[in-house]
C-alpha cells in the first residue's frame, strides 16, 4: 500500500488545475464598501469547500481584514472564529527555513555543506547534495510520499524520521542535484533532521525556543500527539455523502515538512519578525526570497522555504499549505506592503481557487490584465481537441476540448475544472489566473498536424499530443 498523507506541495503539477478564477471583478479593495465585497465574495463560495474559513488582510503594517465564517466543529456546532487554529501543511517549510538559516548565521552549519557530514550512510556518491539544494528543492530527492511501504494504513505508523531518511535513501535520484527544480516533501524531512542532529534538540524544542518565543507566536504549535490546544478546529474531507472527519495521521512522517498548526494572526506575527529581523539579518532574509539560480543558468520559483513569483505584475513571497482536513496559504506583495493569509478546515483543493479571488478582490487596482479575446474559427479550434502529455511528468496531462466558440482546459482529467482559454492569436491562449502567473497556451503546429503544445508560465513546460 502506498504511503498517502495527501500533503500536497502548492507547485505546478499538482495545483494547475485548481487556481482558474471563479467569477470575480478586480475591484479596488482600498475603496468604499470593500469589507463588505470580500464578505460577500468569501460567504458566496466557502460553503461548498469547507465548513469554516478564516481570512486575514494587511496592508501597511495594519489588519484591515480578519473574519471566520461558518463552522469550526461540525459535531459540537461551534462557530468559525478568527483566532481558531488550523494545521498549516507546508507552510511549516518556512519556519524549517529559518532555523537553518538561523544556523548557517551562527556558523555551524554551510549551505555549501553536503547533507552526508549530518546523514550517515547516505549514497549517492558522486553527486553531492547540500544543503542549500535541501532548502530550495533541488537536491533531485523524490518526494517520500511516493513510498510503498506494504503496510495497511501506513501513514499512522510513527516512523521515526531517520527510518523514512533510510528509504529516501534506497530511491534513484531524480535529477543531478542543482540541475533542476522539483518540489520534494523529502528535501525538509532532512532538514528537520539535520537542525536535531545539529543544535541536539528536538525539531519542536528548537522552534519553540528560537523562533515562536521570540517572534511572539503564541498561537503556534508543533502538533503532538494528544496535546489539547485551545480553539483548534477540526479538519474535515470529503466522501459521497459529504463532510467526514478527517483520519489520523502520523505527525512523526509529516515532521519538518509540513507538522505546524498556526492561526492567521501569528501567521501575520510571523511575517511581522521576518521583516522587522528579529529572526534573521537582513540580507539573510533577503537571500531566501531570492529565486535560486540553477546550474543551467535558470532561475526557480523557489528560494529558502518561499515561493517568489510574479502575480499579474506583482512580485508577491508566499507559501501554501495541503494536508489532511485542511488546507492553507499565505502571500505577500512587497511592492504593495500587502499580506493575505487564509485558512480552511476541509482538504477540499477548491480553497486555493477561493484564496486567488481573494487575492484579485484585493489587489485589483494594482493587476495588469491586458489580455485580448480574439475570434477563432471553429475548424482551426477543433484541431486542436485532445490530451495532452507533459514530457517532464507523464502523469499529468491537459485535455482541451470545445463548447461553443471556445476552448477549455482541463487537468489531468479532474471533473469540474474547465479553465476558458482566450485566443491571443490562432495559435497562442491565455488563461486566468494560475499559480499567480499568467498562464499562456502555445500549441505547436507542424504543417496541418497538431503536434503539442508549451505551458508557459515561468518557463516553457512542453507536452506531446496523444494520438487519437
Not at 470575480?24 to 474559513?53: C, M, T
Not at 531518511?165 to 522539483?182: E, R
Not at 526570497?289 to 535558470?298: A, E, M, Q, V, W
Request: with cysteine.
Amino acid at each position: 500500500m502506498q504511503q498517502k498523507f495527501n500533503m500536497k506541495r502548492v507547485n505546478l503539477l499538482q495545483l494547475l488545475f485548481l487556481l482558474f478564477a471563479m467569477p470575480v471583478s478586480a475591484q479596488i479593495f482600498g475603496g468604499k464598501n470593500h469589507s463588505e465585497k470580500l464578505d460577500q465574495l468569501i460567504a458566496g463560495n466557502y460553503n461548498s469547500i469547507a465548513p469554516g474559513v478564516v481570512f486575514l488582510v494587511a496592508e501597511k503594517g495594519k489588519v484591515i481584514y480578519e473574519k471566520g465564517v461558518g463552522t469550526a466543529s461540525k459535531e459540537l456546532n461551534v462557530p468559525m472564529r478568527p483566532e481558531m487554529i488550523f494545521q498549516i501543511g507546508s507552510i511549516t517549510k518556512q519556519y524549517t527555513a529559518v532555523a537553518v538559516l538561523q544556523l548557517v548565521e551562527q556558523g555551524k552549519i554551510s549551505l555549501q555543506d553536503s547533507i552526508s557530514k549530518f546523514v550517515e550512510d547516505f549514497p549517492y556518491k558522486g553527486h553531492t547534495i547540500t544543503v542549500e539544494n535541501l532548502l530550495t528543492h533541488t537536491s533531485g530527492l523524490v518526494d517520500y510520499e511516493v513510498l510503498d511501504f506494504h503496510i495497511p494504513n501506513a501513514i499512522r505508523i510513527d516512523l521515526s524520521p531517520k527510518q523514512l531518511i533510510d528509504s529516501i535513501a534506497k530511491l534513484p535520484l531524480g535529477f543531478i542535484p542543482g540541475t533542476k527544480y522539483n518540489y520534494s516533501n523529502s528535501n525538509y524531512l532532512l532538514l528537520g533532521y539535520i537542525i536535531e542532529r545539529i543544535t541536539g534538540k528536538k525539531y519542536s524544542q528548537y522552534l519553540q525556543e528560537n523562533i515562536f518565543m521570540p517572534a511572539g507566536l503564541t498561537n503556534t504549535y508543533y502538533n503532538q500527539p494528544g496535546q489539547i490546544i485551545m480553539n483548534r478546529a477540526c479538519g474535515y474531507t470529503k466522501d459521497s455523502t459529504g463532510n467526514r472527519n478527517v483520519g489520523y495521521i502520523s505527525m512523526n512522517q509529516v515532521f519538518s515538512a509540513g507538522a505546524l498548526l498556526s492561526n492567521a494572526s501569528d501567521l501575520y506575527k510571523w511575517h511581522q519578525a521576518l521583516y522587522s529581523y528579529k529572526l534573521l539579518k537582513k540580507e539573510t532574509l533577503e537571500k531566501a526570497f531570492t529565486p535560486f539560480k540553477l546550474s543551467t543558468g535558470d532561475s526557480s520559483e523557489y528560494g529558502y522555504g518561499w515561493f517568489i513569483r510574479n502575480f499579474q505584475g506583482n512580485r508577491s513571497i508566499g507559501h501554501g499549505g495541503a494536508i489532511d482536513g485542511f488546507r492553507a496559504s499565505e502571500i505577500y506583495f512587497p511592492g504593495k506592503d500587502i499580506f493575505i493569509a487564509g485558512l480552511s478546515n476541509s482538504d477540499d483543493d477548491a480553497f486555493f481557487r477561493l484564496f486567488e479571488n481573494v487575492i484579485v478582490q484585493v489587489m485589483g487596482k494594482y493587476l495588469k490584465t491586458s489580455y485580448k479575446d480574439l475570434k477563432i474559427p471553429d475548424a482551426i479550434l477543433d484541431s486542436y481537441i485532445g490530451s495532452y502529455t507533459f514530457m517532464e511528468d507523464t502523469t499529468n496531462y491537459i485535455n482541451i476540448h470545445r463548447e461553443g466558440s471556445r476552448l477549455y482546459a482541463d487537468l489531468s482529467n479532474k471533473s469540474g475544472t474547465n479553465m476558458p482559454l482566450l485566443a491571443q492569436s490562432q495559435t497562442i491562449f491565455y488563461l486566468p489566473v494560475i499559480k499567480r502567473i499568467p498562464t499562456t497556451i502555445e500549441f505547436i503546429v507542424e504543417g496541418e498536424k497538431v503536434r503539442g503544445l508549451y505551458w508557459i508560465q515561468d518557463k516553457k513546460h512542453v507536452t506531446k499530443k496523444t494520438e487519437q
